[in-house]
């Protein structure tokens, strides 16, 4: 994760005024050990002090609870995407969203509750029932060698954008692509899909979403749907989805971009 602080002016009325700005990037497992161990001292210190006053504790007692029960962890983390409060969310929204996953995939769900928000439920099933109706086959080449490689670069300690980086030029030398920009018609040629998808598609209102759709047969197959104007945006959409198809698990049917 990467924490973005800045300083505040002197101006401002605020009870607290932050000195330092500072971007630094640290792993989350630390930053979570650090707040725990931070939560857990201020604990000890009002029992210490307050003696009786057990309201911090009793609250975090429920939060470290349902951060070690997954059914519970994957509805407040379902809740807070939706922008719900803890138990703000109606049930009957979790509940299908829940039961979307063992279709759709969790990263999906998760998407497109994010994206969606109380609305995610209703934008799924639009996506798979009307808009993978206009979506368009692509395959991906030597897909089998660059998963293999991207596993291991996930499993190594460099951050996001360098793993993307990696990413790209593995493809570039995996499909014996020279460097400099690629040609709508390489483009077309290596996904084996018409050229014209890049120029343009037939628009599927009221979708916003680019989208690719994962075959239920090989896994370097998929259907995608661009939802972009400008001929650039397409094909950085059309990327974004190949790049979708290369990093996701197996179960990950639904591609949101």
Not at 95 to 108: C, F, I
Not at 174 to 184: D, E, K, Q
Not at 190 to 198: C, E, G, Y
Request: hydrophobic letters at 40%; zero cysteines; proline letters at 5%.
């Amino acid at each position: 994760m990467t924490i973005h602080a800045k300083p505040t002016l002197s101006s401002e009325e605020q009870s607290i005024r932050y000195l330092h700005g500072a971007v630094e990037t640290i792993p989350v497992d630390e930053f979570e050990k650090s707040v725990q161990g931070f939560i857990d001292g201020v604990i000890g210190r009002v029992d210490n002090q307050v003696p009786g006053n057990d309201e911090l504790k009793t609250l975090w007692h429920e939060v470290t609870q349902e951060r070690y029960d997954s059914e519970s962890g994957s509805r407040r983390k379902l809740e807070a995407m939706m922008g719900f409060d803890p138990d703000g969310a109606p049930d009957t929204i979790l509940e299908m969203l829940e039961q979307m996953k063992t279709t759709y995939g969790d990263s999906a769900i998760e998407e497109m509750a994010s994206s969606s928000m109380y609305n995610a439920v209703d934008d799924i099933s639009f996506l798979w029932n009307v808009v993978r109706q206009k979506s368009i086959p692509l395959r991906i080449p030597h897909y089998d060698m660059i998963r293999r490689q991207l596993i291991i670069d996930r499993q190594s300690s460099i951050l996001a954008w360098q793993r993307a980086e990696s990413a790209a030029r593995l493809v570039r030398k995996v499909w014996s692509i020279a460097s400099g920009p690629i040609s709508n018609k390489v483009l077309a040629d290596l996904l084996d899909i018409p050229q014209a998808i890049i120029y343009q598609q037939d628009s599927v209102q009221p979708s916003s979403l680019s989208v690719g759709f994962r075959d239920n047969g090989n896994e370097d197959t998929m259907r995608v749907y661009i939802d972009r104007r400008p001929i650039t945006s397409r094909r950085f959409a059309l990327a974004r989805l190949v790049g979708s198809l290369l990093a996701s698990g197996i179960k990950d049917r639904l591609l949101p971009a």
